[in-house]
């Protein structure tokens, strides 16, 4: 409504003049209640702006940590970002301290994912995650630039085997549903802004594109249960194991789409990585190799038939088990790339101390930065160099001390799908390196160049902001 429209209905100046007034004290009002710290909290860091608080957290995670850190006494400070009372607790292990036990949706959904990504569901589907890796590299084979984006490649295999999974095969059947589905995850994860963390009641541009795009794939979810409900027709995939525990539609749905967020992220970013650092490292693409070469010959007879064709006769077991140095390139790949903070919630209805003089008061959150552990010199060396042989025996750096290495969570919320990421990169490395030789890390017009940089203030694990391809050449047959 223009201010026009107001007078058009009779209002008076002052009428006006007092709705803008409680309008504004209202915003005022909501975004400057927050509660007071007890004295007994870390003290308050002073990197931070009126009213708002530290935004930095959000805009340069990594370096407001880092600075805020350095400034306290302790190790430890409190801050505001929007509504929220944050306190960085710099012990050693945050993660154990205080946790919310999964009830009501939460338990549903833990059950469900425990359940869909258990051995004997890997195992049946084993051949189609196989079927899909292969027309992937097929296509990419037969493209005549040799080039190929991995964090557009690879991430949207990685979307078709959490499609298939966690979700249904018509549409990970479907590259354009597929496609538009991927399309509509990117932009609900891009609407976290700092605004829409900070002030989640607010009805901000973000939220609505959130609230529109998880409409429309809600809608997408409901068609195609209510087509298998009205065809009678079952299919082998998570969605008909959700439908014959009789689950309801909204359930389902739920869980369909908050499965898809907490496997592709993570899973997508990592193993596209995982190859981009294992390129730049061309003797670890040689000991991956020969690993996976290895492993083909104690299952398939036939060694001179492709390598791409003997690994069809890998089972289940060996994928899980026989690759360790592919598992090493994915755990300094997670290393670097688990980005941002860790959170809990004191929900204890108590203080929490932390050390003889601070407290977490209840209610408050805990914010920690895995970067104090993973990036941390004296934990590993050269922190930023991507070096898988950093785990071998001799070395051991993650086994320094409990918890040196956090890639996968801690306490009672570790990773629930750690063993199904684990099998798509195995997977996916695997199929690569058979499928392709010659690899080099290349610019658009496949000039060769260096490792993408990364920015370690973001959120988590992401894209780099700069494109990279690899150029690659198929494996003589
Ligand atoms: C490389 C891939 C992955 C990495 C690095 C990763 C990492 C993590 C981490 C660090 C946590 C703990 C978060 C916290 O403490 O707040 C976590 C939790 C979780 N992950 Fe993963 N994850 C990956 C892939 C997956 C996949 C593929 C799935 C499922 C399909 C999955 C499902 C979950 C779930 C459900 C939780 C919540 C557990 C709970 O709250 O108790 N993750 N993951």
Wanted: glycine share 6%; with cysteine.
């Amino acid at each position: 409504m223009a201010l026009a429209d107001l007078f058009d209905w009779g209002a008076s100046p002052l009428t006006i003049g007092i709705s803008i007034l409680v309008v504004l004290s209202t915003l005022l009002y909501y975004v400057t209640s927050r509660p007071a710290l007890p004295k007994d909290a870390p003290k308050l860091t002073s990197i931070s702006w009126p009213v708002i608080g530290s935004r930095q957290f959000f805009t340069k995670r990594w370096e407001f940590y880092q600075a805020a850190k350095a400034s306290s006494k302790t190790g430890n400070f409190s801050f505001y970002a929007g509504e929220h009372t944050v306190k960085r607790d710099g012990s050693r292990n945050p993660l154990e301290k205080n946790q919310t036990e999964g009830s009501g949706f939460t338990g549903y959904f833990h059950k469900r994912v425990i359940s869909l990504v258990k051995g004997n569901r890997l195992k049946n589907g084993l051949p189609k995650l196989m079927q899909d890796v292969r027309a992937s590299l097929d296509k990419l084979a037969a493209d005549k630039t040799a080039l190929t984006d991995p964090f557009e490649s690879i991430y949207g295999l990685v979307f078709q085997f959490t499609m298939r999974t966690v979700a249904c095969n018509e549409i990970a059947d479907d590259p354009a549903l597929l496609e538009r589905c991927l399309k509509l995850f990117e932009s609900i994860e891009s609407t976290a802004t700092p605004f829409t963390i900070m002030y989640p009641a607010l009805p901000l541009p973000a939220k609505l594109q959130r609230t529109w795009s998880g409409a429309q794939l809600y809608m997408i979810f409901k068609r195609i249960v209510d087509a298998r409900n009205a065809e009678g027709r079952r299919d082998d995939d998570g969605l008909q194991f959700l439908m014959d525990q009789g689950d309801n539609v909204t359930d389902i749905i739920t869980f369909v789409l908050g499965a898809l967020f907490a496997g592709q992220l993570n899973s997508g970013i990592n193993a596209a990585w995982t190859l981009v650092y294992m390129i730049n490292k061309p003797e670890w693409l040689s000991k991956v190799r020969a690993e996976v070469v290895a492993m083909a010959s104690r299952y398939c007879s036939d060694t001179s038939a492709p390598l791409k064709d003997q690994l069809i006769h890998v089972p289940i077991e060996a994928w899980e088990s026989e690759l360790p140095l592919v598992d090493f390139c994915l755990k300094d790949s997670i290393r670097l790339q688990t980005m941002g903070a860790t959170f809990r919630k004191n929900v204890s209805e108590r203080s929490i101390p932390i050390n003889s003089t601070e407290v977490i008061p209840d209610e408050s959150y805990v914010a920690w930065h895995v970067g104090d552990l993973h990036y941390h010199p004296a934990v590993y060396k050269n922190p930023d160099e991507w070096d898988p042989s950093r785990y071998m025996p001799g070395r051991e750096e993650d086994k320094q001390f409990q918890y040196a290495w956090i890639g996968w969570g801690v306490g009672r919320h570790p990773c629930l799908g750690r063993r199904f990421a684990e099998l798509e990169n195995n997977l996916t490395v695997a199929f690569f390196v058979a499928y392709f030789d010659d690899l080099k890390l290349a610019d658009e017009r496949g000039s060769e160049r260096g490792l993408p940089r990364s920015d370690r203030n973001n959120h988590s694990a992401r894209k780099p902001s700069e494109r990279i391809w690899i150029k690659y050449q198929p494996a003589a047959a």
